[in-house]
């Protein structure tokens, strides 16, 4: 495939030029707050929502902290399926560069390709998103070899703690609990945390066969997980309650991740998954901004977040933050991360899960309540600006010469350093829920689809905002994530911020060839259980199991809307027809009538015959079973009815 590199808004072939003052403004901004290489342009090794997500978050930060939101250069990368939909990344981006189609291999997980593109473009640095490449250590040791900054952690720790079970063996000698595990006897000191750990003491965490799954199971206790270290996204994980399903799904797993090592863990029941959000410099200093809440999944994806932490003690939430940064200065981290736990809601207790070394999806959620800025700090960060110069950050603390980026040059001439140990961050603010737009059909097993976008409509208010990948006029192809939308609500109060996301979903409006998860989530958020604060992350499963639906409109509503449609579309039809004998001298025969009709329908196994009667353009009386009803049906611009 010939290279192809495209402006937005520009020439083909032509580098657009920034303005010379821009250019000095950003290298002051990163001299001045200690940073070591400034960063002026941005390739964007991602799609979809975490494209789109950062985009908008860097525009905002520049424009903050510059005066102009194209102070940073921001390259996508588009495949021709993304081309084909009009993707809105692409639409927002400085430029965009094409790469291949087809499965990710091909693109945005493909190191060597990020790379070319990345020489190809002279971008200063590299943000992978999630997913994709975002957790693969051959980039940032890649881009590093070219002298590209990559905006995550080095190579070293993203592999000890991107390993599920590295992490576990770092996390026991960092201190941080673990549930009963296969590696639960398996020790290294704290000091060789920074080394990578001998492969010896790693497989013996590790099962190889079916008989020492089944071993490590009896040892740790029913139920338990059989997991693939290299796994996520639901891939590589089993529940197994005895011996004999462990002998049915040990090969599924090795089968789901092939080569993977695999480990056994102990399940905590009626569990909550509880998250710490951290930041990380060069400098070895460690912020832990707030905490979040992902307990509502389905099959291990999360479908509904929030954020603080509203179920456990205070104190509790201290100790999850301060294990999580010890987790990371441990092994030198550098960068967003995130730290997982499960938190028993019976005991209390808690326990490291895993370390995502990465920005996650929900990551906004942090921003509103800790009010920073995440993608702008992976920035400053990349830039080598310690955190405690970050105005930002500064302010999460409580301390002087703090506020927005627009208060910079204030905090590079007045600001201190501080013990990011000893340090006490500002309470949250208030209470903010998520929830993911996603293409799945929940009638049909939450299946996903893909297909055309002819409308999409949300009206965001102040409590209430949204992050879209996709726009009316455009689509979800066959290679995109099943996530398009991102919605967010705030309240002062848990309850209040539930109640502006039920209001905020019932005024989306989708309309095309995909079926969403929208109306099946307002049902969630309407439960008892989950307003209650009494969820763990097996009840959505259970609640599905259980065959629990959403609440649909009322049955006749689907008869009259199919009748109206059916009527409508064959009406000129019928008219042709008709028409057509006139012009012959013919009189119509009766059956053929501008007039009367009958429409049947099929409604989930149930039959309807209404009949119709027209009584202008897109004016109907129906009839059926004795009632009748009139109704009118119009025709919008885009096609719709």
Same mark, same amino acid.
């Given at each position: ?24 403004? =950003? ?18 090794? +991602? ?59 091909? +693109? ?8 070319? $593109? ?22 940032? %040791? ?10 995550? *952690? ?30 639960? /006897? ?17 497989? !013996? ?12 199971? !009896? ?22 309650? /005895? %011996? ?8 599924? =797993? ?26 990380? %410099? ?30 456990? *003690?205070?104190? @509790? ?52 309540? &800790?009010?920073?800025?995440?993608? &702008? ?16 950050? #500064? ?31 500002? $309470? ?28 999409? =409509?949300?009206?965001? $208010?102040? +409590? ?16 995109? %994530? ?26 989306? !409006?989708? #309309? ?8 099946? @989530?307002?049902?969630?958020? +309407?439960?008892?259980?989950? $307003? ?27 008869? =009259? ?7 409508? @579309? ?43 009667? #027209? ?27």
């Amino acid at each position: 495939m010939a290279e192809s590199w495209h402006l937005n808004g520009g020439v083909h072939g032509m580098s657009p030029v920034k303005d010379a003052s821009l250019i000095a403004e =950003v290298d002051q901004f990163c001299y001045a707050l200690g940073g070591k290489t400034p960063i002026h342009s941005i390739l964007i090794a +991602n799609n979809g929502m975490a494209a789109v997500k950062f985009m908008r978050s860097i525009r905002t930060w520049a424009y903050e902290t510059f005066g102009s939101e194209k102070a940073i250069l921001l390259v996508a990368m588009a495949t021709p399926e993304d081309l084909r939909i009009n993707a809105e990344h692409i639409r927002i981006a400085d430029q965009f560069v094409e790469v291949p189609g087809g499965t990710n291999n091909n +693109n945005y997980a493909n190191v060597q390709l990020i790379v070319e $593109k990345a020489e190809m473009t002279h971008v200063s640095a590299v943000w992978p998103g999630w997913g994709h490449a975002s957790e693969n250590p051959e980039l940032p %040791d890649a881009l590093k070899a070219k002298g590209i900054i990559f905006l995550g *952690p080095p190579a070293a720790p993203m592999a000890a703690l991107g390993d599920k079970i590295g992490s576990s063996l770092i996390a026991q000698a960092a201190g941080v609990p673990t549930l009963p595990w296969s590696g639960s /006897n398996v020790k290294i000191s704290e000091g060789n945390c920074l080394e990578s750990i001998p492969d010896d003491i790693y497989h !013996q965490a590790c099962v190889y066969t079916t008989e020492e799954a089944l071993a490590s199971c !009896q040892v740790v206790g029913y139920p338990a997980m059989i997991k693939a270290s290299w796994g996520g996204g639901g891939k590589g994980i089993r529940k197994v309650h /005895n %011996d004999e399903e462990v002998k049915a799904l040990f090969k599924q =797993v090795q089968g789901e991740v092939p080569g993977s090592p695999i480990f056994i863990m102990k399940v905590a029941s009626q569990s909550r998954h509880l998250e710490v959000q951290l930041l990380c %410099d060069e400098y070895g200093n460690v912020a832990a901004l707030h905490s979040r809440d992902c307990s509502v999944q389905r099959r291990h994806q999360k479908i509904i977040e929030e954020g603080p932490i509203t179920i456990a *003690p205070l104190e @509790t939430i201290k100790q999850l933050e301060q294990a999580a940064r010890r987790l990371a200065k441990c092994v030198n981290y550098v960068g967003a991360a995130t730290v997982e736990y499960l938190f028993s809601m019976e005991t209390g207790e808690y326990y490291f899960l895993e370390l995502n070394p990465r920005l996650q999806v929900e990551h906004p959620v942090t921003e509103w309540i &800790a009010e920073v800025n995440l993608p &702008a700090a992976q920035v400053a960060v990349g830039m080598g600006i310690p955190l405690w110069q970050i105005p930002e950050i #500064r302010r999460f603390y409580g301390k002087d010469h703090s506020g927005g980026y627009d208060a910079w040059r204030k905090t590079s001439i007045a600001a201190t350093p501080f013990d990011f140990d000893k340090a006490e961050s500002i $309470k949250p603010k208030g209470h903010c829920v998520a929830v993911r737009v996603t293409s799945e059909d929940p009638d049909d097993g939450f299946k996903p689809t893909s297909g055309k976008v002819q409308e999409l =409509v949300f009206k965001s $208010k102040p +409590n209430v905002w949204a992050y879209f990948s996709v726009k009316s006029g455009g689509g979800i192809h066959e290679f995109s %994530d099943s996530q398009f939308g991102h919605v967010f609500a705030f309240g002062e109060s848990r309850a209040l911020a539930i109640a502006n996301m039920i209001l905020g979903l019932k005024e989306v !409006q989708i #309309r095309g060839e995909i079926r969403t998860n929208v109306d099946y @989530t307002i049902d969630l958020l +309407n439960s008892s259980e989950y $307003k209650d604060n009494k969820v763990h992350t097996g009840w959505l499963d259970s609640r599905i199991a259980m065959r629990v639906r959403a609440e649909r409109p009322p049955w006749y509503l689907s008869v =009259v809307g199919g009748a109206l449609y059916k009527a409508s @579309t064959s009406s000129a039809t019928i008219v042709s027809d008709y028409v057509g004998y006139l012009v012959k001298g013919q009189i119509p025969p009766k059956h053929i009538s501008l007039v009367n009709s009958t429409v049947s329908l099929n409604i989930e196994g149930s039959k309807y015959t209404i009949e119709m009667v #027209r009584g202008g353009p897109g004016s109907y009386k129906l009839r059926m079973n004795g009632s009748e009803i009139e109704a009118e049906i119009h025709t919008l611009r885009d096609g719709g009815f």
